[in-house]
């Protein structure tokens, strides 16, 4: 509104005259372990429980999992690369060893049905030469929390949340957290928590 308002139509004074307008902030829907844990295995397919396990166990967005190609995976340094997330930066999410195995099952299934090219996307679509896209994935979590009998209202960035505070709950750094969601504030957490994992670092 501002460029619109200042450079296309060069009256500013128009812009002066905007007020913000206040929406009310909400706190997310929170996923206990144990949903999680229902939420993937529910999922239709192999592909698809991989895909939501990644995005629990990295805190990964939808766009940036969906974006990972085989290549991303370094099993030496227990990482996954992440090209061009939010803000166009690349950086890396931990891998754990039981994430890695999850992986490396998918990898040798998609390889034997010859739906994953050499070097190409982690999580293919129907035309492995293009990536699974998010509205797929998307429809694959609601589908999946039906299935396992979850009635709170989720979408991906549900695993986010619940990556985000199930580490707080394991009183981990909230620094180290903010590092590993590549996120420059953590306000989107619930308060209760917050306030609770700090009280346990002071």
């Not at 450079?7 to 996923?31: G, S, W, Y």
């Not at 589908?143 to 394991?170: N, P, V, W, Y």
Request: glycine share 6%.
């Amino acid at each position: 509104m501002k460029f619109f308002f200042n450079v296309t139509l060069d009256r500013p004074e128009l812009m002066a005259k905007m007020q913000p307008v206040h929406l009310p902030r909400k706190l997310p829907v929170i996923l206990s372990p144990d949903e999680v844990k229902r939420l993937i295995a529910a999922a239709g397919n192999l592909k698809h429980q991989t895909a939501l396990a990644v995005a629990y166990g990295t805190g990964l967005r939808v766009n940036e999992v969906v974006a990972l190609k085989v290549g991303d995976i370094d099993s030496q340094r227990m990482t996954l690369r992440v090209e061009q997330g939010k803000g166009q930066k690349d950086r890396y999410a931990m891998l754990s060893p039981v994430l890695l195995e999850r992986l490396r099952v998918w990898w040798r299934v998609a390889r034997a049905q010859g739906k994953m090219l050499d070097g190409g996307w982690l999580f293919p679509g129907l035309n492995p030469v293009e990536p699974l896209s998010a509205r797929q994935l998307n429809r694959a979590i609601h589908a999946a929390a039906l299935d396992a009998g979850i009635e709170k209202h989720i979408s991906m960035h549900s695993l986010r949340h619940a990556f985000a505070t199930h580490l707080l709950e394991q009183r981990v750094d909230i620094r180290l957290i903010q590092v590993l969601l590549g996120h420059k504030k953590l306000d989107y957490l619930p308060r209760r928590t917050m306030s609770r994992s700090i009280c346990k670092h002071q």
